[in-house]
């Protein structure tokens, strides 16, 4: 939680300064080609990171496994014959 907490808040600042752009940036400067690219640009890589760290971020949470009892000596047993 926390290492995707660190990476998705400065994604959220990319997204932030994103969205400054677009209120600052007079229409015909950002129906310019190359500057509505990069603004498209931005916007998507931006969401496609923040989906990757969510996505990583779940299947940690569902890796978690309960605990349970065991016999300790028959695991001992089992390991040594492993062994």
Do not use: W
């Amino acid at each position: 939680a926390m290492i995707a907490h660190e990476i998705k808040s400065p994604i959220a600042a990319i997204g932030n300064f994103k969205a400054i752009l677009d209120y600052v940036l007079p229409q015909t400067i950002r129906e310019e080609k190359t500057v509505k690219t990069a603004l498209a640009g931005i916007e998507t890589e931006a969401e496609r990171i923040a989906g990757i760290v969510n996505r990583v971020r779940n299947y940690a949470k569902s890796r978690q496994t309960a605990h349970v009892k065991c016999d300790l000596a028959t695991a001992v047993r089992q390991a040594v014959k492993s062994l």
